[in-house]
């Protein structure tokens, strides 16, 4: 089966899996009185709030640090923030494209050198989370623990040897932005800017963790840092606006598997999951305010994400690309 389809085959089941969970917990009045219990505890409603946005600042402060730029730091935050709510509007992880587009119009970059940071980003986001999840699982002592380790260990040497590799030589495209990476990550810069995302993680467990602890879950924080991280791994099954679904399938998966009920695993996902649509709209509406876009550049921007993917896949890059 094509890596595409079975994406997509994942995808599916995981939001029929969520739909069976609406169909057997969901009730629209306790989900509700859920919601509007966080804003009756301002202590723990502003817990969340801040940790949540720490998390961002923390994402804008590692990409700016990789970018190496001159360019003010509210263009790197607002993009995220645009990333952000256009990927809680659209069924398909179109925020990327925004947010590179974002980054080459206030940046001064070329739409390659803006597109490579943000999949450097993302990248590295996966890795982390990967890692996070893994250590989880070996601690956890789940039988799929030698997995992890070895696909971790074989991802770190890739990287770091991936720009010395003859089929990378022969594209032009790859073997630039290779380079680059192994420039800025194999340094002191690139683990201060592991060490961001990383922390950028963590807080933004703060949510879940908020949850639990208005829910009487008892669960410790680094347990809900490896619940979250596999919850937002999963998000690369994102078929539907905010990944609806996907997450509350994975995250209801994870706190089961930390062995809390099934009813309060899915009340504690839906409710940290509401809890991020309402933050994204926010934050979308700031950024809207504080950097306006014109829905015809949105458009653009997203429409290019799909030919610049490709283009890098056959290592295509123009003679005046340069990093």
């Not at 952000?84 to 970059?109: E, S, T, W």
């Not at 290779?178 to 002191?188: G, H, P, T, V």
């Not at 409710?271 to 926010?282: G, W």
Request: with cysteine.
């Amino acid at each position: 089966m094509p890596k595409k389809q079975l994406i997509r085959f994942i995808a599916i089941l995981l939001v029929m899996c969520s739909l069976y969970l609406t169909w057997r917990w969901f009730n629209s009045e306790e989900w509700l009185q859920d919601v509007v219990f966080i804003f009756r505890q301002p202590r723990w409603f502003m817990f969340m709030t801040g940790v949540y946005l720490i998390s961002f600042l923390f994402k804008a402060a590692a990409w700016r640090l990789y970018a190496g730029t001159g360019v003010r730091f509210g263009v790197y935050f607002h993009a995220i923030s645009y990333s952000l709510f256009i990927n809680h509007i659209l069924p398909i992880k179109a925020g990327d494209g925004v947010r590179a587009g974002l980054f080459m119009k206030h940046g001064k970059a070329t739409w390659d050198e803006a597109f490579h940071s943000v999949a450097v980003m993302r990248l590295i986001d996966m890795l982390v989370l990967a890692a996070i999840g893994g250590i989880g699982i070996i601690r956890l002592g789940l039988p799929s623990s030698w997995i992890w380790v070895t696909v971790m260990a074989g991802g770190a040497i890739f990287l770091a040897i991936a720009h010395f590799l003859p089929v990378i030589r022969r594209m032009p495209f790859m073997a630039k932005h290779a380079a680059y990476f192994n420039l800025q990550i194999l340094s002191l810069k690139g683990v201060a800017i592991i060490a961001l995302i990383t922390l950028s993680w963590m807080l933004e467990a703060g949510v879940i963790y908020a949850v639990a602890r208005m829910m009487s879950l008892q669960l410790g924080a680094i347990s809900l840092v490896w619940a979250n991280s596999m919850t937002i791994t999963g998000q690369i099954f994102h078929i539907t606006p905010g990944g609806i679904g996907t997450y509350e399938s994975t995250m209801s998966g994870s706190l089961l598997l930390l062995g809390v009920d099934g009813r309060d695993a899915y009340r504690a996902a839906l409710v940290s999951h509401t809890f991020k649509f309402l933050f994204a709209f926010t934050l979308g509406a700031y950024s809207l305010i504080r950097m306006p876009l014109h829905w015809h550049e949105i458009k653009n921007w997203i429409h290019r994400l799909k030919p610049t993917i490709s283009r890098t896949r056959h290592g295509f890059l123009r003679k005046d690309d340069i990093v």
